[in-house]
């Protein structure tokens, strides 16, 4: 790697060397339909990527004799959840665990909002812009723009909130809005943004990302 870098930054995280900071993080629900690089198919996408803990990957994202299971109504089918997994999400996770293991404050987010007109891709990649920096109205101006209703403008207000109270004081609440609490290695309290509000929860796709951790560990 070339002087600017001269550790991968995994490693920096993993052994808590990076700069002390808070930190809020997260992704989409289904952030990608397929992976960015290419690949035959999803069986041998997996095979490629995880190598001897391929079987185990199979079993995480229902693969039987190369045919997929049922596609999840959050984070769609499963070459969706192991491109979003391997590419966004799981990455996320594991800088947040290392983040906070690090003594660092932390909060994790999903985005899982889904307006009408988009519900064939779900959360995708990007979706959450127009929420977070307000742009709702101009966005829906856009060819085959979704259609945004005040779900949305509710959803956007939230996501306003919080982000503007993280950046005030690096800290998300406010005790106005529902309690988002702190990202920690052992519970991983993430919170989730639906279109029924925020919802905290906890270990966002676990079995996965802990999975994604070892085998980029095995590397």
Known sequence: MGGCCPKQPFAVFAAGQEHRADLLLGSNARELMRPFFPVKGLSEGISDQYGPLASRAFQVYGVKEGAEGTPDPVYGNSMAQWATDSQFRCG???????????????????FSRVPAGRENVGAAHGSELPYVF?????????ANAPRYDNVDETVSNQMQQYWTNFAKRGNPNDGLLPPWPKFDPSARAYMDLTANGPVPREGLRREACELWVENIGRK
């Open 92 to 110: 996320t996770v594991a800088e947040l665990v290392w983040h906070s293991r690090a003594g660092n404050v932390s909060y994790e987010f999903q």
């Open 134 to 142: 307000g742009t709702l109205s101009i966005a829906g101006r856009a």
